[in-house]
């Protein structure tokens, strides 16, 4: 079965330190992995595929097969970082969907 | 260009009643899915669309149906409401052709059902 697993609920760390986000996904297939973003009042948005390799307002994210996560990371958070974000999990049999996690509601402190 | 567009945003139905959602996607994407997203559950897929076929279902009951019109557009119903459907119900966009970048979300309607 498919599955993506956020064990994180809520993060909280002061601006101007590291943030990581843990995601670990659990899929027979050929993984495809994304991160989602969810800025209050605002809609869902993407902000990384693991495919592009690309850093999107300063976060990262890199799969690992071995250990089957897809953790986000930056090493400077900014206030502006706070939201809700979800790792997903790109599930194609036949027809195609994107399986969530639970989500990790991340606060920066001043 | 314009974004996923869903209509209504905000809903509040009576248990028992039913309802329809719309959703039209960004211009060219021929692919719409929908997805439930509560605090309990969190994003859940519904079913997804590509040429007004329907490819993929999710875990819901038969209450729950959708179809997707000519031009892309997609409405989903859910019959005979209950308390536990009220959620925010997400509809997202996709192209195709090529590689996949991934779903564009609308704002989303928020369905109240009391």
């Known amino acids: 079965a498919q599955r993506v697993t956020q064990p994180e609920k809520l993060l909280s760390v002061f601006k101007g330190a590291p943030v990581e986000l843990k995601c670990n996904y659990s899929y027979s297939g050929s993984p495809e992995l994304f991160w989602y973003v969810q800025y209050s009042r605002q809609r869902l948005q993407l902000l990384l595929r693991?495919?592009s390799r690309e850093s999107i307002k300063g976060f990262t994210a890199d799969l690992n097969k071995g250990e089957t996560s897809f953790h986000l990371k930056k090493p400077f958070a900014q206030e502006e970082d706070s939201a809700m974000y979800y790792c997903?999990?790109?599930?194609?049999?036949?027809?195609?969907?994107?399986?969530f996690g639970q989500g990790t509601r991340l606060t920066i402190n001043p | 260009k314009a974004g996923v567009t869903q209509t209504p945003r905000y809903l509040i139905k009576t248990r028992g009643q039913q309802v329809t959602l719309s959703c039209s996607p960004i211009?060219?994407?021929?692919?719409v899915s929908w997805y439930q997203q509560t605090p309990g559950q969190g994003l859940q897929f519904l079913f997804e669309?590509?040429?007004?076929?329907?490819?993929n279902k999710g875990n819901f009951p038969g209450r729950f149906s959708g179809r997707q019109f000519s031009n892309s557009r997609s409405e989903m119903n859910v019959s005979t409401l209950e308390l536990g459907d009220s959620a925010l119900y997400l509809c997202?966009?996709?192209?195709?052709?090529?590689?996949?970048?991934?779903?564009?979300f609308g704002s989303g309607t928020r369905l109240t059902v009391v």
């Open positions: 997903a999990l790109r599930v194609i049999q036949g027809a195609q969907k994107l399986v």
């Open positions: 669309y590509f040429s007004e076929t329907q490819r």
């Open positions: 997202a966009s996709s192209l195709e052709q090529g590689a996949w970048n991934g779903y564009t």
């Open positions: 211009s060219g994407h021929r692919s």
């Open positions: 693991h495919i």
